[in-house]
């Protein structure tokens, strides 16, 4: 048997649903949603990664606490707004007034309750059972504190008051909340994921994440970015959702759902009977039925400016396939011009065109404007000209990026004339020392890496000949994306990246690996060098060179 208020509350896939329509309706508040919890996200984010790699974090971990706290509080006092705007939107009333004062006490109030919540919700989530009665307190906090519940106190009671209604109800949508959230949590890590082997895919770029592969991901720092993310998806539904819940629970004593519902209706009803007063109630003018064809009412200019409207956009270009192909009759002034001209009459239709959308877009803007910033009569700003400095400002910008781009050609064009003044210089190659020890591979081409080798070996320095030798070994596997040269990179990581795109050639990986431990056991090792080392090494590296043009 069901309780007898089941029939005023969806259940919760409906919720669900209504939550998510309320959202679209209202996108002014996901913006003030997301002016209070981006800052709190991107500041967790950065403390997360910077207290878990700096090594000199312990220095000042405590303001930095500080301040996550002040934008956790900052947090929560717009989402409070964002609940109390869905409030108004559901009850088709205007958005309350926030000044200072409400902020700093709705700030106090939001600091002292769900400061609470970072230790009752996971004790609440091990013992499981009062998780939902202890989630919707938490919820019901940021969607109630308006000016009914002024007080700590009675915020306290109203909030533990609504998550007693419907407790089945609220399981139900805390399972499909988990669902949900689990769902896009698995999206945008799978995004995270893939967005560096797509920007490595269409921009050549290399990453960390690229060379690593999934281990580079196997860290909290993911982790945590992964949840922040999902956090930021699925909150604001969950706000609108116990909006709604507490929106129908204090319905059941206020009648607020059924107010909200007859609101539209009766303002429509009012409005018709006043209309029908008036026209009963006040005499015919005199001569009014003489002059009536004369007189253009309202009705009639709305039907005129329908019309044109409808001409106007049916002689689109977009709706021409709609119409019938008719053959026209071309006039002896038409014939008599010449493809330049009809070209220039096309373009000069073209700008005017545009203009006038630019003008209506501009008008538009203006009737949004005036809607939204309602003057007082009397003041001096009554009556301002939206439209002409919106006009201002936009052709202002458009005289602005003009400038903008004559000067970026202006540069453009210096620098190609330097280009091509300096083409004919011969590039002068970069000098290395093969001594140091942040060289690599690609500072220098192969043909450069075995010419200072033979310089090496002509000067009986045989273990830099030998660096220079290896040095060309993996120039000339970089040249053929065998490997990718980098600077914090291993020889070990070499030869495990190079297994990964080589392994059906095991030749080419014992000749590499041949080379690379000769290599490391002269420089690392301070083995010495002799002559027929390198002559060997020589001959391992020509081998490579001919393996890999022959597989390219």
Excluded at 206 to 212: D, N, R, V
Excluded at 311 to 331: C, S
Excluded at 361 to 367: G, I, P, R, Y
Excluded at 434 to 449: F, N, S
């Amino acid at each position: 048997m069901k309780p007898k208020d089941a029939a005023f509350v969806p259940d919760a896939l409906a919720l669900a649903e209504q939550a998510v329509h309320l959202l679209r309706k209202e996108g002014l508040a996901l913006a003030e949603y997301y002016i209070g919890t981006l800052p709190f996200i991107l500041a967790l984010l950065f403390f997360w990664s910077d207290m878990s790699r700096n090594p000199y974090a312990d220095r000042y971990c405590a303001p930095a606490a500080g301040g996550l706290a002040l934008l956790f509080v900052w947090m929560k006092l717009w989402q409070v707004r964002f609940c109390r705007r869905l409030w108004a939107s559901l009850n088709h009333t205007a958005p309350e007034a926030w000044p200072w004062r409400r902020c700093w006490q709705t700030a106090l109030r939001q600091t002292a309750l769900q400061a609470t919540g970072l230790v009752v919700l996971p004790i609440a989530g091990v013992i499981v059972f009062p998780l939902a009665w202890a989630y919707a307190f938490y919820q019901n906090v940021s969607v109630l504190d308006g000016p009914v519940t002024a007080t700590s106190k009675g915020l306290y009671k109203e909030a533990s008051r609504q998550t007693i209604p419907w407790p089945g109800q609220n399981h139900l949508l805390l399972t499909i909340i988990s669902g949900f959230g689990l769902l896009v949590m698995l999206n945008v890590a799978i995004g995270l994921m893939l967005l560096p082997h797509l920007f490595k895919w269409l921009l050549g770029v290399e990453t960390a994440f690229t060379f690593g592969g999934l281990r580079a991901m196997a860290n909290t720092t993911f982790l945590t970015i992964t949840c922040a993310l999902t956090y930021l998806c699925i909150d604001p539904v969950i706000k609108a959702v116990y909006t709604l819940r507490c929106f129908y629970g204090q319905s059941r004593h206020t009648g607020d759902d059924l107010r909200a519902a007859l609101k539209p209706f009766l303002k429509g009803v009012a409005l018709l009977l006043v209309a029908a007063g008036t026209f009963l109630i006040l005499p015919p003018l005199p001569g009014a039925a003489a002059d009536a064809p004369a007189i253009e009412t309202r009705a009639d200019g709305a039907v005129r400016r329908l019309d044109e409207t409808i001409d106007r956009v049916l002689q689109e270009r977009r709706f021409a396939w709609r119409l019938p192909r008719e053959k026209t009759q071309t006039t002896d002034e038409a014939q008599a011009k010449n493809w330049l001209e009809r070209a220039f009459d096309w373009l000069v239709e073209q700008i005017e065109a545009f203009l006038a959308a630019v003008d209506r877009w501009m008008e538009a803007l203006a009737e949004w404007l005036r809607k939204r910033i309602p003057e007082p009569e009397g003041s001096p700003a009554a009556g301002r000209d939206w439209r002409g400095m919106i006009r201002k400002i936009f052709y202002g910008l458009g005289v602005l990026l003009l400038m903008v781009l004559l000067v970026m050609l202006r540069r453009w064009w210096l620098a190609r004339r330097a280009g091509l003044s300096r083409a004919d210089a011969r590039p002068v190659a970069p000098q290395v020392d093969i001594r140091d020890e942040t060289l690599t591979a690609a500072d220098l081409p192969r043909d450069r890496w075995l010419a200072m080798a033979r310089e090496l070996m002509a000067k009986q320095d045989f273990r830099h000949a030998l660096r220079a030798l290896y040095l060309a070994v993996l120039s000339q596997l970089g040249d053929n994306g065998r490997v990718a040269i980098a600077r914090y990179k291993s020889n070990r990581d070499y030869l495990n990246e190079l297994t990964r795109r080589a392994h059906a050639e095991p030749e080419l990986l014992d000749l590499f690996n041949r080379c690379m431990q000769a290599f490391e056991r002269a420089w690392y090792g301070m083995h010495p060098v002799a002559e027929s080392q390198l002559t060997h090494f020589m001959q391992d590296q020509e081998r490579i060179a001919s393996l890999v043009q022959h597989a390219a």
